[in-house]
């Protein structure tokens, strides 16, 4: 297998960034690069290697599986206020319907109080 070879971070070119993000993941990347080629020449000061040990632990990878968990459960819930909402205009929609069809369409309006009537 060929080993990986790191250009130096002079070396690499970029295209400009179009947004902030994509600057701030450029730097990010570069930060990252520079902490790589630090570890690999035995240069890396203390708090770098201990950055690394530290995701390397069972309790980080448990800290990452829990938040994206706590992402799909909003996004979820997200889904859930969103589908309420259109249930209830599908609700009103078929109130109205009903009024109109027992001959009180005229006197229908929304005026957000949808189940007073019933």
């Known amino acids: 297998m060929a080993k990986r070879v790191v250009k130096p971070l002079e070396a690499r070119e970029m295209p400009p960034a179009m947004t902030p993000e994509a600057r701030e993941n450029q730097m990010i990347s570069l930060a990252v690069d520079a902490a790589e080629q630090q570890l690999r020449d035995g ?8 950055h690394y040990l530290k995701l390397a632990t069972k309790r980080e990878k448990l800290e990452r599986e829990r938040l994206e968990e706590e992402n799909k459960l909003l996004r979820a ?8 909402g259109r249930t209830e205009e599908a609700i009103n929609n078929a ?12 006197e229908v309006e ?5 189940y007073d009537d019933y």
């Open 110 to 114: 929304d005026d957000g109080d949808q």
């Open 95 to 106: 109130i109205n319907a009903f009024k109109r069809y027992s001959g009180h369409g005229d």
């Open 43 to 50: 240069t890396a000061p203390t708090p770098i290697i201990c």
């Open 77 to 84: 819930k997200t889904e859930a206020l969103q589908q309420n």
